[in-house]
C-alpha cells in the first residue's frame, strides 16, 4: 500500500516538474513593438498621450504571462514616414531599468511589430503646397507611397516577420483632400502582400471622435483596434 502511495507521489511530482518547467519556458517570451504616430502613442481625442491599441495588445499579452518586453519609445506624435526611416537609420536608442537599446536591436528582438505612419506626411505635404493642382496631388501620394515602401524595406533589414500596419479610420473633420488622401494610402497598404493590414474605417465610427476638432480618437476607439489585432494575431501568437 505505501509502494502504491509512494509511486503516485512520484508520479505528481513529475507532473509538477513537467508542469513548472512549461510554464517557465511558455511566459515572458513576446517582444512587442509598436512603431508610428499619435495613432501609435496612444493621442486620444483631447491632445493627451494616453491609452492606445498598442497598451491594450500590450496588456492582453501579459494577462496570458507571455509579456517580455514592451516599449512605445519608438512612437511619437509628429512622426512622419521619413522620420522613421531616420530613427532606423541612425539607430536611436532608448535606456530601461539601467540597461541601453537600440532600435535595430528590438526590431531583431521583436515578436510583434505594429505600425501607424503617414498621417502626417498628409497633412504636412497638403500644407506646404501654395496651389494644389491635380498633378501636384498625384506627386504628393506617389512620394508618400514611395517612402513608405523604403521603410519598410528598412524594417525588414531587422524584423522580417509580419509587420501589424495599422489603417487610418475616416476622420470626420478631415478637410477633401486629406480623407482622399488617407483613403489613397488606406488602399495602398490594403493591397500589399507582405504585411498584415488592419482596416479600420468600419470599427471606428464618427462616436469615437469625442472632439470634433481632432483628427484622433478615444480610448474605446483604440480598445476597438487592439481587439482587430488580437484577432489577426490569436492563431499566429496564441494569445
Avoid at 506627386?139 to 487610418?168: F, H, M, Q, V, W
Avoid at 473633420?173 to 488606406?186: C, V
Avoid at 502582400?193 to 472632439?211: H, P, R, V
Avoid at 481632432?214 to 482587430?228: D, L, T, V
Amino acid at each position: 500500500m505505501l509502494k502504491k502511495h509512494f509511486k503516485l507521489l512520484i508520479f505528481i511530482l513529475i507532473i509538477f516538474i513537467i508542469f513548472l518547467i512549461y510554464k517557465t519556458n511558455h511566459k515572458n517570451y513576446l517582444t512587442y513593438i509598436p512603431l508610428g504616430d499619435g495613432y501609435a502613442q496612444g493621442k486620444n481625442s483631447y491632445g493627451i498621450i494616453d491609452y492606445g491599441y498598442g497598451d491594450y495588445l500590450k496588456d492582453k499579452i501579459k494577462e496570458g504571462e507571455k509579456l517580455k518586453f514592451y516599449t512605445k519609445e519608438f512612437t511619437s506624435n509628429d512622426a512622419t514616414i521619413t522620420s522613421l526611416i531616420d530613427t532606423i537609420i541612425i539607430n536611436k536608442k532608448m535606456a530601461y531599468k539601467n540597461t541601453k537599446y537600440n532600435v535595430r536591436q528590438l526590431l531583431r528582438e521583436a515578436d510583434i511589430v505594429t505600425l501607424s505612419i503617414g498621417l502626417n506626411d498628409l497633412i504636412y505635404q497638403f500644407a506646404i503646397e501654395q496651389q494644389l493642382t491635380e498633378e501636384n496631388y498625384h506627386n504628393i501620394l506617389k512620394k508618400i507611397t514611395s517612402d513608405y515602401n523604403k521603410l519598410l524595406k528598412e524594417i525588414k533589414k531587422y524584423y522580417p516577420k509580419t509587420i501589424y500596419i495599422i489603417g487610418y479610420p475616416n476622420i470626420p473633420n478631415a478637410s477633401p483632400n486629406l480623407k482622399k488622401g488617407l483613403e489613397y494610402l488606406n488602399k495602398f497598404l490594403s493591397k500589399k502582400k507582405d504585411i498584415i493590414y488592419i482596416k479600420t474605417t468600419k470599427i471606428i465610427t464618427e462616436k469615437d471622435f469625442k472632439n470634433p476638432a481632432s483628427y484622433y480618437i478615444s480610448n474605446e476607439g483604440y480598445q476597438k483596434i487592439a481587439r482587430e489585432v488580437i484577432k489577426k494575431l490569436a492563431k499566429e501568437k496564441n494569445i
